[in-house]
């Protein structure tokens, strides 16, 4: 039996600051929005000979502009940031797939989480790709 490798990057739980959909005067509005977030990179990004930033896969900027996005402005979805969380990560050559999924809380009456997942394969997240 042929064994598959592979590395995620992984990041879960992190409230991001923005400003997602329209509500009336009695809709309940979210207090959060959270970001989970799966990136699939080289086992060679992981598995190094020796230690170093240069030989693996540098998150913290993409980190810095997933909050720059979250920031920019009014979102009538949580789709349209999803969308452009998704560009910004197939912007690394680095990243082969990704699985996003953005929630926002509570739902109604101070309780229930309801998000949105986004599973972009190698193909999907070719085709994003800039150029």
Known sequence: MKQVSSAVIELRDLQLKTDIGTYGPNDTRPDVHVLDLTLGISVNQVVIAQDGMAHVFDYDPLVIEIDRL??????????????????????????????????????????????????????????????
């Open 70 to 131: 979250a920031a920019d402005g009014h979102y009538e979805t949580q789709e349209r940031l999803i969308t452009r969380i998704a560009s910004a990560c197939a912007a690394h050559p680095a990243i082969q797939y990704m699985e996003i999924c953005l929630k926002k809380s509570p739902v109604r009456s101070g309780s229930g989480s309801l998000g949105v997942r986004l599973t972009l394969d190698k193909v999907a997240t070719n085709a994003l790709r800039p150029g």
